[in-house]
């Protein structure tokens, strides 16, 4: 009963913010998700991401193998999916990207401060800077069908990354004043994203869910068996372990359908993926909380 009470207090602050968003777009109110997701993702998640680098505590070597397990876990994902993709004879273009990105921002960086506190915050951290520059690259190359490489260095993410792992390398800290105001900053990204995806979400429109079914099991039973595997393979210490098996099985990422859109792939079916995974997502991470926890 204390696990599951546990799991509890851990999943529903996520969801309850996230169905805050999609209510709030179905009763017809404004909600401007490009301003909002732009200051996010220039301004509050790199403001967190720096700071929680920089005043980790985690040891360096713990950090160091959690970073090349994360490296490995992602391109062992995603060649696993494309030995899938094309046995399924599946477009591509279309689901390749959705069935290796998942949303590690937006759902994986709340859960894990939810259930690992400040220690989880900068491995899930780690997670999230690794899997967002292999989206900028690899990612983008798989809907689009050519390089991004020149993204990647105009991502506020990836400086945020940079200069928090510089700082934590050297020992430096920042002034007070702007610790404490990029830390303000910082804090606003979890609200602000769970409440985006919420947005996003009420905002999709799909036609194919059937196929969009099985693929969304489909990917977080081969994520959940891969990041365990790479968690052991690893020897990760309990919190290490338990943020790369839930960042791995966090369901699919909404700039997957951007991505679609944007390039003129199947972004209806994209869509599909999107909200299925997110529903699935409400019983499955329960359940790989209370396997990690």
């Known amino acids: 009963m204390n696990l599951l009470l546990t799991v509890f207090e851990i999943v529903a602050p996520v969801f309850i913010l996230a ?8 009763l017809g109110f404004e909600y401007r998700l490009q301003f909002v997701t732009r200051f996010a993702m220039t301004l509050a998640v790199p403001s967190l991401i720096f700071v929680a680098l920089m005043q980790t505590e985690i040891p360096g070597g713990d950090l160091s193998r959690f970073t090349i397990a994360t490296i490995v876990a992602n391109l062992v994902l995603a060649a696993v999916f494309w030995v899938l993709v094309r046995m399924l004879k599946l477009d591509q273009r279309t689901y390749l990207s959705p069935l290796i990105f998942g949303n590690t921002g937006n759902l994986g960086l709340p859960l894990c401060i939810f259930a ?3 220690a989880g915050l900068g491995y899930a951290v780690i997670f999230l800077s690794v899997t967002a520059l292999f989206s900028f690259t690899y990612g ?4 689009a069908g050519k390089g991004a490489h020149g ?7 990836v400086w945020a990354t940079i200069l928090g792992a510089l700082f934590l ?13 990029l830390d303000l900053l ?7 994203m769970l409440v985006t995806v919420g947005v996003a979400i009420a905002r999709l429109t799909t036609r194919s869910l059937g196929r969009a079914v099985w693929l969304s099991l489909l990917k977080v039973a081969v994520c959940f068996a891969l990041g365990w595997f790479v968690a ?10 338990g943020v790369l098996v839930l960042q791995m099985c966090t369901p699919v990422a909404v700039t ?5 859109e944007r390039f003129e792939a199947d972004a209806d079916a994209v869509a599909g993926m999107v909200m299925v995974s997110t529903l699935v997502s409400v019983a499955t991470l329960p359940l790989v909380l209370a396997l990690v926890l």
Not at 169 to 181: A, K, Q
Not at 256 to 260: C, K, Q
């Open 186 to 192: 910082g804090q606003m990204a979890v609200p602000l």
């Open 116 to 118: 690992f506190g400040q």
């Open 19 to 26: 169905g805050i968003g999609f209510a709030w777009i179905k």
């Open 151 to 157: 993204q990647v260095i105009r991502q506020p993410m």
């Open 256 to 260: 997957s359908y951007l991505l679609a």
């Open 169 to 181: 390398w050297r020992g430096w800290e920042t002034p007070v004043f702007l610790t404490n105001t």
């Open 232 to 241: 052991v393979a690893f020897d990760l210490e309990a919190i290490a372990f």
């Open 140 to 143: 983008i190359y798989l809907v």
